[in-house]
């Protein structure tokens, strides 16, 4: 008689066949290819395709012809009249006749003349999350059969299948995704033995090896879910997959969650940021090194101190802060940090914009809901000005590496691991003090004579591109009148003088970078005296 294994094999043949098997010219290798999936034996090959193809088996075309021949049976049973048949082509019949109907359940015409409607409905119905169909589009698209190759999305409907503890899924992807197998032999070997399939299960371990015995046990989770009648084992819900196997949440909340009659805080969980991982970003250290040309000890100093971003979810790690006055400096290390990083995802937090609402323990909680998933997430956050003593205790609680691994929401009443992100801090001398126990705190210099003096060309140049205004001009006193501000007065004198006469012709002398800078002294409160001095320049 026919094994376990042997009947999945032929149910998932059965079904291919009849959804494309007409538009497939080799049967031979269509059978092959599930054959080889689920470890049917040389030997068997041959003998088993060839009572497929027996004239009996080929004329079951229909469930109508199936749930015929069904009563036929029946009716000569009921007369007590032995029929002759075979056990095994009973079987086959009884396994086609199960695929036939699965495919009709789903309104797949089994005699559409046409290849590419044939493949479109396929397609619709394993992208619509029916786990049998998601196996069979993940094979053909494997091997280019009936429809264009394509391994790496077909490894995908097969890896959905495989998460929603589908037999068939597991199997094919031990077959296809040989550089990630022990996914799959976890819960394969997990699910055959509850099933009582031990020697399959050895035949399982004789060709891919032994299953961690320390993998994850999301599956056994899903299957409560089962049990529970929570979802369906024929149709993939992404929504809960993404819950039950996410690293980020802890087991036994995922559970609570999965298994409540409250569908809400299940739609809040799965809301949640739940594929963050310790994935690194590329990391180029180029653009922080370039930030002061005068001063490399001090730039090298800052890139190697990002550059253990990797030891970020240990106990004792220290984030990197720059502490500076001078904000024109701090906001030229938070770009380079934001370039260092290009494929990350950089969020800005000003801790002192922070409110009540930002720091609710639900999924709208300002560290939570600035994640993106399956991205390296930086979050640069700078502390300077006013900061409330509670927004000021949740941004420390965040520098930790323990308190973001355990991030504690009490809405959905989950905990979730934050500590893939990497906090970078920034801020003035007052705040560093109260930063130097929990950050790796980097002093920036001020800036040196050499640097004020081509300071003001470069920040006129970033200001000619951000307002797009080439058409104003620098005499060529200007610099040198510039140089003698700090580098936070240039910065406001340009950013003012061009932003103005973005839209004219016009030339910044020595007179206008006075104007201005009287101008900002006001807006600011600092001027003082009259015809006298200014805060930090005297004429």
């Known amino acids: 008689m026919l094994g376990y294994l042997t009947e999945i094999m032929l149910h998932t043949y059965f079904l291919a066949e009849a959804v494309v098997g007409r538009f497939c010219g080799d049967k031979r290798a269509l059978f092959g290819v599930f054959a080889r999936i689920f470890l049917l034996p040389e030997e068997e090959r041959e003998r088993l395709f060839g009572l497929v193809r027996r004239d009996e088996i080929q004329e079951l075309k229909s469930e109508q012809l199936y749930m015929q021949l069904r009563r036929l049976r029946q009716f000569f049973a009921m007369r007590g009249e032995q029929r002759e048949e075979d056990p095994e082509t009973v079987r086959l019949l009884d396994i086609k006749g199960s695929a036939l109907s699965l495919a009709e359940r789903y309104k797949l015409p089994l005699t559409e003349p046409v290849q590419a409607v044939a493949c479109e409905n396929l397609l619709a119905v394993a992208e619509g999350g029916c786990v049998p169909f998601l196996v069979i589009l993940g094979a053909l698209l494997g091997e280019g059969i009936v429809m264009g190759k394509d391994p790496a999305r077909g490894l995908q409907n097969i890896r959905k299948a495989a998460e929603w503890n589908s037999i068939e899924g597991l199997f094919a992807g031990l077959a296809y995704d040989p550089d990630d197998r022990s996914r799959y032999l976890v819960p394969l070997s997990g699910l055959l033995k509850r099933l009582g399939h031990d020697e399959t299960a050895r035949r399982v371990e004789s060709v891919y090896g032994k299953a961690d015995p320390d993998g994850g046990c999301g599956y056994l989770l899903l299957e409560k879910a089962f049990a ?19 690293t980020a949440v802890d087991e036994k909340d995922k559970e609570a969650v999965i298994l409540s009659p409250n569908k809400e805080l299940f739609a809040e969980a799965s809301a949640l940021p739940l594929k963050l991982s310790f994935t690194d970003a590329p990391f180029d250290p180029a653009p922080l090194i370039a930030v ?29 802060c720059l502490s500076s006055e001078s904000v024109y400096m701090t906001e030229r290390y938070a770009a380079a940090v934001r370039r260092a990083f290009p494929s990350a995802r950089v969020e800005r937090v000003e801790v002192s914009d922070m409110t009540e609402y930002d720091l609710e323990p639900t999924q709208n909680n300002l560290f939570v809901r600035g994640c993106a998933e399956d991205k390296f997430n930086v979050y640069l ?5 006013e900061i409330h003593e509670r927004v000021f205790d949740a941004a420390k609680n965040f520098l930790k590496s323990a308190k973001r691994r355990r991030f504690r929401l009490v809405r959905p009443g989950v905990s979730i691991d934050l500590s893939p992100v990497l906090p970078v801090c920034f801020c003035d001398a007052e705040w560093e003090k109260r930063l130097e126990g929990l950050c790796d705190v980097v002093r920036i210099a001020p800036l ?11 920040i006129f140049r970033e200001k000619q591109s951000v307002y797009g205004a080439n058409s104003v001009a620098m005499a060529a006193v200007a610099p040198a009148v510039l140089s003698e501000y700090t580098a936070d007065e240039i910065d406001k004198i340009l950013d003012a003088a061009v932003r103005e006469h973005r839209r004219t012709a016009f030339e910044l002398t020595d007179g206008d970078v006075k104007k201005y800078y009287r101008l900002i002294c006001e807006k600011h409160n600092t001027y003082y005296g009259f015809g006298g001095g200014y805060n930090g320049y005297h004429e």
């Open 228 to 246: 529970q009648g929570i979802v369906r084992r024929d149709l993939y819900s992404k929504a809960h997959a993404r819950l039950i196997y996410s």
């Open 448 to 458: 040196s004579k050499e640097e004020k003096s081509w300071l003001p060309a470069e």
């Open 381 to 385: 956050m700078f502390f300077r000005g």
């Open 292 to 320: 002061r040309p005068y001063l490399s000890r001090e730039t090298e100093d800052v890139a190697a101190r990002i550059e253990n971003f990797d030891l970020r979810g240990i106990d004792g790690y220290c984030p990197v």
